[in-house]
């Protein structure tokens, strides 16, 4: 994973009214903690933050505090998602050699056999938890539909991990399945529904007729 800097500015003050102000001026606050030490409060630049957003949530990040290079990855991020704005955000300081958890997204590839014959892909989970090094989070964790038919599914246990991480989420989690398209199966069921009406009333009326030949049998035997 690409490492980007970013220059960070010590906050002394704290509250809404330093937060309002900091955000007029174009900064963002935030939090640099983790790693043993004393949360410390900051603030960055919100365009350059932006910037660096773009690279997904796990991004590793060079923040520098007064001079001091701190390796971290952004967590507990607070934004409109509308305006594009960030309120805030924590910066948890990692070390290279020392494993962590993250949560990194699905991403699907191909188009499922099933759907191409008017199943419906059910997207159950769109990210797993994965236990690496900082430095080997991958982007995203790929899944090739191409080869589910309808009633297929790929579970957590199916899925492969990249070189150095392990996936740490329940294997017996769906992640994604094909299934037939809620009205197709109604109208099976109703079908069926209506099958077994028709069988049932079929052998009554079986029933009945067999019944009433053993009556009109019985008074003949009677008047004879």
Excluded at 6 to 16: F, N
Excluded at 110 to 134: N, T, Y
Aim: a negative charge.
């Amino acid at each position: 994973m690409a490492e980007q800097k970013l220059v960070a500015s010590k906050r002394e003050d704290a509250g809404k009214g330093v937060a309002r102000k900091l955000r007029a001026d174009g900064r963002v606050p935030a939090v640099l903690y983790g790693q043993g030490a004393e949360p410390q409060p900051i603030s960055v630049d919100a365009r350059e933050l932006g910037q660096l957003m773009h690279g997904g949530a796990n991004v590793l990040v060079d923040l520098v505090v007064d001079g001091k290079e701190h390796l971290a990855m952004p967590r507990e991020v607070q934004r409109d998602h509308i305006k594009g704005r960030y309120f805030h955000v924590d910066f948890l300081a990692v070390s290279r050699t020392q494993k962590m958890t993250v949560n990194v997204p699905i991403r699907v590839l191909g188009e499922s056999a099933g759907v191409k014959m008017g199943g419906v892909l059910e997207h159950h989970l769109w990210e797993v938890a994965v236990e690496c090094l900082p430095t080997e989070v991958p982007e995203a964790i790929e899944v090739d539909v191409s080869e589910l038919e309808i009633g297929d599914s790929i579970r957590v246990g199916d899925l492969a991990a990249p070189d150095g991480a392990v996936i740490t989420s329940n294997p017996e989690d769906s992640v994604i399945a094909v299934q037939q398209p809620q009205a197709r199966v109604e109208l099976e069921e109703e079908a069926a529904e209506a099958a077994e009406g028709e069988a049932a009333e079929g052998e009554g009326a079986g029933e009945g007729a067999g019944a009433a030949g053993e009556a009109e049998n019985a008074s003949e035997q009677s008047e004879g």
